[in-house]
């Protein structure tokens, strides 16, 4: 193997790991700001494709005002979400438990609705970052790859600003830890969990427009992400937004690298290896997540 | 009426077990099919109980220890030729092996964590039976095995006996130390290590149980279908299973053995919806959760609560409902 | 004088999970033909009443929809058609003593010995060594590689492709492959750009294929012929590369959208209006199904037993193709070769499968 | 109760004992020392490192240096659950009880697993020994309760008791791991006067059954009742120890930790 | 400036408060004590609006609250520092403090300013800025609790049980402190367990027993009161 094949593997292995890096923020984010941890975070992804294939792909809205109409209708979705469903259950002290299976839930049903409107055809639509194949010397590059790690890379910026630096981001991360405190400091629990979610749900339909041009639009293509997602997102350390997307890019190139050199149909037995060596071995993943228990 | 409910009540066990036993007699071939996969999943979700439940740890491994259980049986018989009695034994135990062996991450991790990992493993089970083939058949499956009894109706009796078996120990279990032990851990892990309780030993044992109970099942199954393929065991299975312990109401034997069988039959009764079978399916399961009729004082679960109350072994002496 | 009110047939199809767009392709197809047959007035008058069960994407749920259909005591079945639940239910359908129609394309399915067994598809490794041939002799092709992906299906292919190849004197340049799920084909692709090859032979699934398909012009690769099998002409594939990518494209199929025949061409209208979505040449065999059966219960009416009897000596020209029975149960048929060309699919040549009766 | 110090008496012996929490010593270099039927108080001022010994004895956390001997034999290193079996029981200075268990439930906690007992088999078959086992350790809980004053609440949810209760529940369940030392954390904080005095007079009960006793407490008044002997401790490391009415004239203790003479 | 009249709470339908009428006067100091469980924390928890009063009237300079939402009365200046502490255990110290002044919005500078006053008032927290407040001691979280009621400068103080877990010297500064801060404006309701503390720096001070109160006045007519003391917060010695 030369040189130049294992840095196009490398890049082919970056080119997925972004892929895995977008829902990974989404995890995050919800993890950090409602202590939640959304296995139906793939799924809410899976339909912002789908909503951008119905507006930007059948009704031919222009691409950034159909962007911008998807991150709506999903952040709206989020916020009624939450609403309807989450934050009742939060505020009544549900067990956490149950909570998180109420995400998994929440994730078949999202599939199932997706199969009912959309059928399970895969489907997509151009790609707004073009589809000429860069060169770089020997090396061969999407345009989208650069896209998206921009893209990720200026998330991840606001959301750390966001959560670290704002009153706000602050305040919704007090709510994850304790709503009566948080009440008593004068925040407004159930604003501050709708305003999770429906960041949370927006990033998801980030994530899915930016995605489904890329892989087709299935209704289980966001499950399938989301797996990695959740991997990456434990390599990376669970609270983490570098985690995420640093996670994000260790699955994806190692991988790559395995599934090439070893043995493709055991690839995501090796990821799943990996994920359980670091749990084993760095349960905090690569970015340490602080941990607060004392006795 | 309440008398009615009270002699219910009291022989709850009876009753279920009478229900099951007649029911070869009053179902169609396809309704007597769908019991018997609610019997069989009934078994493996209560092992899930003692794990998830009692213990507080989530699984969504489960499926693949049923797989495990199911194709070891499949492969002792139509590969090494074993007797189906011998096969049940050692694919029970082996299945037990390999479950207990995942107690391990469980040592240091909880939550999504957990969760993770076992959807990892499923996932690795599944690849192997995919890409074994030789052994496994690979995505074809495998069949051609015998089963426990020649007839369908005496493996439905086993496995009835069996499950009236399974309640009635797990029941026990839940009240004694190891359950007393896993509610605890559940609930306050630092707690429990803290008063004695060898809470490895503990996860260890609860993981062995629910992986043993999987593995007969995964037996069953294979008796059942005469097949299996490895697209029967995904995490979306895992999950179903989940979702009925969570509905019988994560504490109570009888509720899950109850919402297991509920929750076998529903998709087919739901069948003439057609393709928005699992959307209404899931929606059914949400409602339920959101509805937070999980949590411990409403009404049924009171109810069934009441029921299991007789198997308990220990109480105090004070007679409870003799004080204001 | 004792006609029965109506014949049911039961069509077993997956219309939830992963495989439900195929599902939805072999209802729709069926369907139609029952719509025709009622409306001109059943079969000798009698109707036939159509039911659909689903039969998942998974095989132990599938298994207990087998068991839905056989208690709806049909005449006949169409499907199973995921081979696992086909392989699955071997017993019950011996037990019930129902023939049953499938679609399935695994080899083994009809290989059982199950007389109840019939199967209107040909395996799937026939098409390999078509495509060999229309490769050498049509198009000149004297340097082809091969990319396929590592799942049950595609290997299958990719096991039939070297000896049909090294049949026409062809060896392959460069043998490539990739997962399910892959979604970047740019390594494979230049690897394959870099040997010269002018021609591709690709298996797989619809998604992969039209990724592949469509980073292949990204490349610069458009002079590259590509050979597949049926799959790839599904719409579904032309959906996801966009048209201009698959130009070039040749597969052989159970059906081909370019047959110029007139019989054909009415059906391919009929269907895209009923359905308003573009045919898809796979999965739609359904509709002969149906009309083999009305043919059949017409002449001897809903006894299963003498159903299954003239299904096994079966010489039937159907709208699609001509079908005739192997001694195995294969209702094979015509096979089509066709290519995308100017923007639309061309008929190459048609072959009658050689049967062994 | 008085006892003889000699190393024969010795029912925990810490030397040395370090931990650390990235750059911060919790715990520095303390020696503590309690003898057989000895109540031995620790103080000192908050984030003293008071709660952190508690928790390097019971082997919660490990320490970085030094050696911890319950009864001669060394037990650093050792999980939780094996000091608890050894005889080492604690309470928590935020109360951690089980609150959808009942009293009687959480009593029984202190019963521990995987110490001895009916296996599996026998609790599945409901085995005449495990109906015997089970006789015995219920009659063994309501005799603790009954010490404690909790056995008309044995059926309550342990959530739905007052906090006073709360605190002796956490006792009884020590007690029923039949500890030959005792741990303390603070089990006075939050009580009102009335039921200081009924736990200072728990504490001196369970005492006079040969229990030794360390306790943690920051209410001078329950130290100066039952404390025999008081560790004074500040950063981690010990500044004082004696009798309390030695302790409490101590200029550096009073500066540190008494204030105003200590009420 | 805080007026409660004939306030009745109830956990689900068990009753926790019958009819209390209570007063606290603008810049004094309110004692409420009582023995475990009879209510005290119960009624804070209505001043705050964690829980809605079944009938009753609160009143706050005037102002009707009982039934507004808690972070409505947080901004009438109400500052709660409720039993157990309830830091955010995953903050930081700093983080905590901030959150304090969440119903402010401060200026930078304000905020920065407050901070400073916080960490004057307990070294140990600015030692600990950096730490996640959920590994600091009992006391340390104690600390902090009172110090975030304080960064918004409230104009009611309520303290449950404040001296809880708190080293004697500790508990002396915090004494001090809050008449400081009385002395400042703020006025303050304290529910201790310590009564003689409690009657010492209060002006006014209310007994409570099983939900109703049964004496009130000058604390130093009822610290005066001893036998009755001593029925309802037990024997003291
Ligand atoms: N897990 C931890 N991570 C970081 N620091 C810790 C941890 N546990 C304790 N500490 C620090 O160690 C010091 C000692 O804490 P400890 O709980 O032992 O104090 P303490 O003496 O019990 O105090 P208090 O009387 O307030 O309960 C404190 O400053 C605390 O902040
Ligand atoms: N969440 C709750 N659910 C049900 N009952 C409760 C709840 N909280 C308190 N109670 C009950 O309400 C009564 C008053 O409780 P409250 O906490 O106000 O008392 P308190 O005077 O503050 O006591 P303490 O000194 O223990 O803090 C008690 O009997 C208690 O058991
Ligand atoms: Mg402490
Ligand atoms: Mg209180």
Redesign the interface.
Known sequence: MTIATLFQLILNGLAMGVIYSLPALGISLIWNASGLFNFAQGDLLTLGGYLMLSIFGALKIPYIPAFVTVIVIMGLLGYILSQIYFYPMLEQGVNPQIILIGTIALSVFIRNLILVIWGSTPKTYANPFGSKVMQIGKLYLMPHVIGIVIIVTLLLILLQYFLRGTMIGTAMRAVAQNQTASWLMGIRNDRMIALTFLLSTAIAAVSGVLISPIIPLTPSMGGIIAVKAMSAVVIGGLGSFTGALVGGIVVGVAETIFATLVDPAYRDVFTFVVLVIFLLFRPGGIFRAQISEKV | MSKLIELLRKHVLLVIGIILLIAPHIT???EF??VQ?GVQNAIHVVGLLIL?GYG?M?SMGSAALLAVGAYAYGILLVKFGLSPWLGMILATALTTIIGTGLA??SF??S???L???T???G??VR??L??LEPITG????L?GFAKLFPNVQWVYYFMVITLIFVI??TE??GR???G??L??IR??E?????????????KL?AFS?SAMLAGLSGVF?ANL?????P??F????S?TY??MV?MGG?QSVIGTVISAIILTGL??VL?FL??????VY??I??IY??L?W???DNAFLKLLKSITKRFG??????E?GN?S | NNKPESYKIVHLAPLTGDASFQGQILVNAAKMAVDEINENGGINGVPIEYVTVDETSSTTTGIEAVRKAIALEPVAVIGPNRSGTILAAEDLWRQAKIPFITDGTNADTTKKGNPYTFRIQIPSTYWIPILAKTAKEHFNVTRPAVLYGNNEYSKGLWDATLPALAEYGLEPVTIQTYNDGDRDFTAQLLQIKNTGADALFLYGYEAELGLILRQRMELGMENMLVFGERGCASPAVEELAGTANIEGLVCSTTFSQGDPDPKRQEFIKKYEEKFEESLSPTHINHYDSIYILADIIGRVGGNREKIREELSKLDYEGVLAHYQADKEGNLVHTIYTQIFKDGKWQLLLTEEYPVER | MNAEKNDDNLVLKAECITKRFGGLVAVDKLNINVYDGQICALIGPNGSGKTTAINLITGIYNVDEGIIEFLGQPIQGLMPHSISWMGIARTFQNIRILGSQTVFENALLGKGYGNGGASIIHTVLNSASYRREVVASTKEVDEVLDFVGLSDLSNEKACNLPYGKQRILEIARALITKPKLLLLDEPAAGLNSQEIQDLTELVKKINKQGISILLIEHRMEVVGKLADWVFVINHGSKIAEGTFDVIKKNPVVIEAYLGRGGR | MLKIYELTVAYSTVPVLHGIDLEVPQNKIVALLGANGAGKSTILKSISGLIKPISGRIEFCGQSIAGLRPDEIVKLGVAHVPEGRLVFPGLTVADNLKIGTYSRKYSKNKLKANMEKAYELFPRLAERRNQLAGTMSGGEQQMLAIARAIMSEPRLLMLDEPSLGLAPVIVDLIMDKIKEINEQGTTILLIEQNAELALAISDYAYVMSVGELVLSGESREVAKDKSMLDAYLGGEK
């Open positions: 169609s071939q396809y099919y769908v996969r998830t507080g989530l391990f991450p240091k991790l939550g999504p964590f969760v993770i990992t959807i990892g493993f996932e690795i690849i192997l995919l890409n690979g995505a074809y499956g069949s009635i120990g026990r279990i004694s130390r190891l007393l032990a509610k605890a609930q306050d630092v707690v429990a290590e803290s008063m004695g309780i060898d809470v490895r030993r503990a044992v149980l199954l279908t005469g097949y299996m393929s697209d029967s995904t995490s979306a299975e999950t989940l979702l969570v994560m998709p087919e069948r057609s393709s928005s079978r699992l959307l899931s929606l399961l949400l959760l959101r937070n999980v949590k411990s072994m220990y109480t105090s002496s004070t409870p004080r």
